[in-house]
């Protein structure tokens, strides 16, 4: 194990009588040491992450751990009590205990060391050992991997064993008898190709299992399980796969492996990343400790569930970084996801600062911009003060988007050390005036720097301070040149252009693009497509002072998005015998979600009627979006539907457009469905129920 430890920071006659005790004795020869520099400091950290979870393991084991920014290097502290030492380890006091001490920017390299001695303290051999030996050194290359446990246990007399030895002496017992009925092994290098060889003897397939195993910190308690789940998996003759979440990131399982599974074990004290990849499933769901303690109901448990037939409901998928790690996808496909990551987490941004910012010019009035600022004038009775206040607030949130879209573009690329040369990058991008089109460069440079940097073979020394020092410094660093000399100003001159365009924007031109909008918003119902065009509107008045056009076309977008659903609701209610029981029912949630600029409401209609609802829709859809535009409608919200009206310019003839495409899209629907035979009351009710369920529920930021 490195230089974590030595025969320095091992005590075989630890005298403490607490855990807190204990820790600090540990913790004092690191300092002696100079691998802790602030001795309160680090117990502080260490208690409280001791707060969160006791760290006593049954079997007489203590592993009190932390991460902290007083610990200059990996190490680790062992000591042996021979009175034990309560850590809240249900069967009873600790003999054997461990203080991990992991710098706050500890690198994978150390942690996946860290984790070996996790797993390594769920092997009984090696724990007898331990409580054994009779040197510090010994005890000290006994936990590096130095010398093996079967080595050590052979120097020691016979009959010597020290408090909790006759405990782990009856596991070895077990083990091995449980090795000799099953023909597996103690080797914990494979999961599986033991309990796979029985199973083909037999000529059948074992029940297989996929697990995921996650605490606070990562360090310990999330490979500790994750051992234990195998383990238990090998004596029960079952495979057990399991993804361990922890502090050096994780690798996600095979998506044929889960496919394949017939149960799921979640042991967990944080949330699961990507959990959406085990729904309909049995499954399980822990804390990490029940992970370790009771492996072996859990699997019980699990394959009861699967013989009843219990499976876990859909979950909504997680964050776009998580949904894009499959590395089969192709780059276009990456390339979304990316980008489509950066504007999941701008749209908040945009529908706060946006919604505040309108409401501020609907109470203040369209002079509210030139208001003092409210820091200087604020008059509690005056609604000017109360505007100008609101508008101010919402300013500061535009000023988040492009540092927003830039930071979420890169960390969906290269995760967290993405995020700081992302952010940097949008900042600039404000700097220089390079606006929207800026932005969505930094970013994808930025997780490109960042994957460029994580490829580089660094030196052991360095690598600690990777994560916190070295990657954001030369990324941002890089991406900043870039920006400021090589890119923005061409870029700068670009998105002038576009915003020239679009001011100049009039007549015909204006009502085409509106069409456009209106097709797009309509073609997904929700989707890549519509977000696309939503993305775009948005991005024009995430300004103070958005331009005249910028306006028009926000409010056209918006009027389109509001048809689909609103046109379904109405042919429910004109022509209801042309859809079924569960369509009429569907029909009366779509006018509230109409109303509200839910697109995502038109779905369950879609999925069961495509070919005649959506290009139904897109017709409406292009009818609302050139007449908004042609009628002159402005809008500053870049969300509310029909709730945000008295923030529209032209409002009411805003509202004939939607009647108008409302209208045209009901009209076709019924005479598209009119021309088949009516489907049988019930039909499908199925594929509505799945789609409405995949999308509506799905929970996205925004939903236009």
């Given amino acids: 194990m490195s230089e974590m430890i030595t025969a320095d920071l091992v005590d075989l006659d630890l005298s403490a009588e607490t855990k807190e005790a204990a820790a600090r004795a540990l913790a004092e020869r690191m300092v002696t040491l100079g691998r802790v520099t602030d001795l309160e400091g680090f117990l502080a950290d260490v208690a409280a992450r001791e707060a969160q979870m006791p760290t006593g393991l049954d079997g007489g084991i203590g592993i009190p751990h932390c991460r902290s920014e007083h610990v ?34 500890a690198d994978d390299a150390h942690l996946t060391i860290l984790s070996s001695l996790a797993r390594q303290l769920m092997n ?101 399980a994750a051992e234990s789940l195998e383990n238990a998996g090998r004596e029960a003759g079952v495979e057990v796969v399991v993804e361990t979440q922890g502090s050096a990131g994780f690798t996600r399982l095979d998506p044929a492996v889960i496919a394949a599974a017939d149960g799921v074990i979640f042991a967990h004290d944080v949330p699961v990343r990507d959990k959406d990849r085990f729904a309909g499933k049995p499954t399980v769901d822990v804390g990490v400790k029940a992970g370790i303690n009771k492996p072996a109901e859990l699997i019980t448990e699990v394959r009861g569930k699967a013989a009843r037939g219990e499976v876990s409901a859909c979950s909504a998928p997680g964050t776009p970084v998580e949904r894009s790690g499959d ?25 706060a600062g946006g919604l505040l910012i309108a409401l501020g010019f609907a109470i203040g009035g369209y002079t509210v911009n030139k208001a003092p600022s409210v820091m200087d004038h604020f008059v509690w009775t005056q609604a000017d003060s109360w505007g100008a206040l609101l508008f101010q ?146 991005a024009g008045i995430a300004v103070a002072s958005p331009s005249d056009s910028a306006m028009k076309i926000m409010a056209a977008v918006m009027a389109a998005g509001m048809v689909p659903p609103l046109a379904m609701a109405l042919a429910t209610t004109v022509r209801g015998r042309l859809f079924t029981q569960t369509e009429r029912e569907n029909g009366k949630a779509a006018w509230v979600l109409g109303a509200s600029f839910i697109s995502e409401g038109a779905i369950p209609f879609a999925a069961a009627d495509p070919l005649r609802v959506i290009p139904s829709a897109m017709v409406g859809g292009a009818v609302t979006g050139s007449l908004s535009m042609a009628f002159g409608a402005t809008l500053r919200a870049p969300h509310g539907g029909i709730f945000v009206v008295p923030l529209i310019g032209n409002p009411f003839l805003y509202l004939i ?48």
């Avoid at 009856?170 to 033991?194: L, P, Q």
């Avoid at 995921?212 to 999330?222: D, K």
């Avoid at 590395?327 to 529908?351: C, D, H, I, N, Q």
């Avoid at 040149?481 to 679009?502: E, H, N, R, Y």
Wanted: charge should be negative; glycine fraction near 14%; hydrophobic fraction near 50%.
């Fill in 72 to 105: 200059t290097e990996p190490t680790l502290g062992f000591g042996r009590s021979a009175a034990g030492i309560d850590f809240g380890a249900p069967d009873g006091p600790a003999d054997l205990i461990f203080l991990i001490a992991a710098p706050a920017g």
């Fill in 124 to 224: 009984a051999e090696f724990t007898s050992a331990l409580r054994a030996v009779d040197d510090a050194a010994a005890a000290a290359a006994l936990i590096r991997g130095d010398e093996s446990p079967a080595a050590a246990a052979s120097t020691v007399p016979e009959g010597t064993e020290s408090a909790g030895g006759s405990k782990n002496s009856v596991a070895v017992s077990a083990a091995a008898s449980a090795d000799t009925a099953t023909g597996t092994t103690t080797d914990t290098t494979d999961t599986t190709s033991d309990t796979t060889a029985d199973a083909g003897a037999s000529g059948e397939r074992p029940f297989r299992i996929v697990a995921v195993t996650s605490c606070p910190t990562g360090i310990a308690h999330t490979y500790m």
């Fill in 327 to 351: 590395s089969a996808e192709g780059y276009g496909t990456k390339l979304r996801k990316w980008l489509m990551s950066g504007v999941s987490y701008m749209v908040p941004f945009v529908a």
């Fill in 393 to 538: 607030i919402g300013v500061v949130s535009f000023g988040f988007l492009v540092p927003v879209l830039a930071g979420y573009i890169a960390y969906g690329m290269a995760d967290r050390p993405g995020l700081v040369p992302g952010f940097v990058g949008g900042a600039i991008s404000l700097t220089i005036n390079a606006g929207f089109l800026g932005g969505l460069a930094a970013g994808l440079i930025a997780g490109g720097v960042v994957i460029g940097i994580q490829k580089v073979k660094i030196p052991a020394a360095l690598r600690g301070v990777m994560p916190v020092v070295v990657i954001p410094l030369i990324s941002a660093a890089i991406v900043g040149f870039l920006m400021f000399v090589v890119i923005g100003k061409p870029i700068a001159s670009a998105q002038k252009g576009m915003t020239d365009w679009l001011n100049g924007l009039t007549g015909t031109n204006a009502v085409l693009l509106g069409a456009l909008l209106g097709l797009m918003m309509c073609f997904d119902l929700g989707g890549p497509v519509n977000k696309v065009a939503y993305t775009f509107a948005t």
């Fill in 657 to 704: 457009a939607i009647a108008a495409g409302v209208c045209v899209t009901t009209a076709l629907v019924v005479v598209l469905k009119g021309m088949r035979k009516q489907a049988p009351e019930g039909t499908g009710a199925g594929v509505a129920d799945t789609a409405i369920a995949a999308k509506v529920d799905s929970k996205e930021p925004i939903a236009a």
